[in-house]
């Protein structure tokens, strides 16, 4: 398997210690002097992130958010909450958009997060998709964890109101420390759903290889997804706000790299509307 800066973007060469060798003679030389081929970039012809349908979760922070409320009624793990009838229409509306495009660019493997709300995205989107004939309807789903959603230990579930009047010590941290390298007590950095983002990456450049694929996941792990494959800065990643439910991102081949051909598009949306 190719090491993982060579699968993902084409720039990483390995280090690894290399024996001693002869001086080449001169019939040899021609392979030891930048004509040696380079071993062939495993990556998938087209990846494709989107980020869950809206959540009962979504709903009740919106909520919350606009009242200044110190909590939200929600009792199940985070794992377990599903999306609300609005994001069912998302996902439906998702899985018309995946019939409608170009037959090399429709994905035949789709990778998701195991908890709930992205299981039921890419369920009823699937479902769409079959449907109108454009993927098998037996189709399988993969669900791997490194794609679960960040987890925020002490800091889950609690508005932003409820951060600052029952953990002014961690809001005060987070600020200063900013998103990217902020760990609350029990829970994930961004930068640790990165590490698991590029884990990730490395297995399905591997087993994807030239194929078309789709990833259903969360806010968080689709922007450490395009802060991987798109080498951001800090201050740049900062800079793209949150990730729409539903939204679509492509990455294309080329060139021995995934290199990206749209971000965070929601028109499929209203055009994909019963």
């Not at 698991?196 to 399905?204: G, H």
Request: aromatic residues 4%.
């Amino acid at each position: 398997m190719a090491e993982l800066g060579t699968t993902l973007n084409g720039q990483h060469q390995s280090t690894q210690h290399q024996p001693a060798q002869h001086q080449p003679t001169q019939s040899q030389h021609h392979h030891v002097t930048g004509h040696r081929p380079a071993a062939a970039t495993r990556l998938p012809s087209v990846l494709i992130a989107t980020r869950h349908g809206e959540s009962t979760a979504n709903v009740e922070f919106q909520l919350a958010e606009a009242s200044g409320a110190l909590s939200v009624p929600i009792s199940c793990r985070d794992a377990d909450i599903p999306l609300s009838m609005h994001g069912r229409q998302q996902a439906q509306a998702l899985g018309h958009w995946w019939a409608a495009l170009p037959s090399a660019d429709r994905p035949r493997s789709v990778w998701c997060s195991p908890y709930e709300r992205t299981a039921e995205t890419a369920r009823i989107a699937l479902a769409q998709a079959a449907g109108l004939g454009a993927v098998p309807v037996s189709l399988a789903v993969r669900y791997d964890e490194r794609l679960r959603d960040r987890e925020l230990g002490v800091l889950e579930m609690l508005p932003k109101a409820a951060i600052e009047a029952e953990h002014p010590e961690e809001a005060a941290r987070r600020r200063k420390m900013g998103e990217l390298y902020y760990r609350p007590p029990g829970g994930e950095s961004w930068a640790d759903v990165a590490l698991r983002v590029r884990s990730l990456l490395r297995d399905l450049c591997e087993e994807e290889a030239g194929r078309p694929v789709l990833l259903v996941a969360h806010d968080c792990t689709v922007l450490m997804l395009r802060y991987v494959l798109d080498r951001l800065t800090e201050e740049r990643l900062i800079a793209l706000g949150p990730v729409h439910n539903c939204s679509t991102s492509l990455w294309r081949a080329h060139e021995g790299r995934l290199r990206p051909d749209r971000w965070n598009t929601v028109d499929h949306l209203t055009a994909g509307a019963n």
